[in-house]
């Protein structure tokens, strides 16, 4: 069994840096994936209202035999609910689906500013924490000057920052704040939903160390001190995505990698997304 590293939050508990996500995979597949994944010695699962499965990732939880304490779980509320009551409520439904008593860490998924109601969502989930059901709470697609108004208007620091974030948009702005604010930065798309993959740099990067281009693209997200939860239904890539921590990318192989910035998105700019 392959374990990834824990990193600290700021609220003192502790995130295994890589993780299995599972967007657009059905019920089924999630269970699937969660039960190959964690046999794999994987702790760490992303879910979302959104992606529809949190039945399944809470079935393969159950089914399992690794300690609900030793595994870390983490669903979002969409945009769709946002507001005080509405985000409480979307929050209890999902532990319903996931079977659980409490989750690890919970997300508003995306800031949607046209709606102006993430600031009122962030207190239901400053609530839902203080209550115990989620250990940690955090947001995702939030640019530093939504997480300026969170802390002019509230009072508990996210812990995490779910970005898209891959070797085309290497969010250095976003990870400049995240870090200097004592906010993790977790890279969603890590592997820029697979399209980065087939690029000669990392096929180089992938001979010289007898690994994949996804293996090279996973251990840069490390390099950096990214939380990274590459995505896949496929038990050989979900065994590939987590042996990567036998070796170690140097100053010029990051240099390299640096130059396959483009600033393209797979997803949408958090601005203009609700
Ligand atoms: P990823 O960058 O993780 O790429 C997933 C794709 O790459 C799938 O098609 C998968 O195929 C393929 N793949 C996985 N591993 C390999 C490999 N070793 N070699 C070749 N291909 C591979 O994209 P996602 O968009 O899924 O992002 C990861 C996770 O981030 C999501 O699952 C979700 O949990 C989260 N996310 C969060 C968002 C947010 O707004 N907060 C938005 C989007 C994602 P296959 O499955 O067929 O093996």
Redesign the pocket.
Same mark, same amino acid.
């Given at each position: 069994m392959i374990f990834a590293p824990t990193i600290a939050l700021n609220d003192g508990a502790r995130i295994p840096q890589l993780g299995l %996500?599972?967007?657009?995979a059905t019920d089924e597949q999630a269970e699937n994936a969660v039960s190959v994944a964690v046999d794999l010695g994987y702790r760490h699962v992303?879910? @979302?209202t959104l992606y529809a499965n949190e039945t399944g990732v809470g079935r393969a939880v159950a089914a399992s035999s690794v300690p609900r304490s030793e595994l870390f779980i983490t669903t979002?509320v969409f945009q769709d609910r946002h507001g005080y009551d509405e985000a409480r409520r979307s929050f209890d439904e999902s532990l319903v689906r996931l079977g659980l008593e409490y989750v690890d860490l919970f997300l508003i998924?995306?800031p949607a500013p046209a709606q102006n109601l993430y600031v009122e969502t962030w207190r239901a989930l400053e609530k839902i924490q203080a209550d115990g059901l989620a250990r940690s709470i955090g947001v +995702? !697609?939030f640019h530093p000057h939504h997480l300026e108004r969170l802390a002019n208007e509230t009072s508990v620091v996210p812990s995490i920052n779910?970005v898209?974030l891959?070797p085309w948009l290497p969010q250095r702005e976003t990870r400049a704040y995240d870090d200097a604010h004592g906010i993790v930065t977790e890279a969603? +798309? #890590?592997? @820029?939903? %697979?399209r980065v993959?087939d690029n000669p740099v990392l096929d180089e990067l992938a001979a010289k160390y007898g690994k &994949?281009p @996804?293996q090279i693209v996973i251990r840069w997200h490390l390099e950096l001190g990214n939380v990274v939860? #590459?995505? +896949?239904? &496929?038990p050989s890539?979900i065994a590939? !995505?987590i042996d990567v921590f036998d070796f170690a990318l140097d100053e010029s192989d990051l240099a390299r990698i640096a130059t396959l910035e483009t600033g393209e998105r &797979? %997803?949408r700019d958090p601005d203009f997304n609700g």
């Open positions: %996500g599972v967007y657009k992303d879910t @979302a979002k998924h995306w +995702s !697609n779910q898209e891959h969603w +798309s #890590p592997l @820029a939903r %697979g993959l &994949t @996804a939860i #590459p995505k +896949s239904v &496929t890539r590939e !995505n &797979t %997803g």
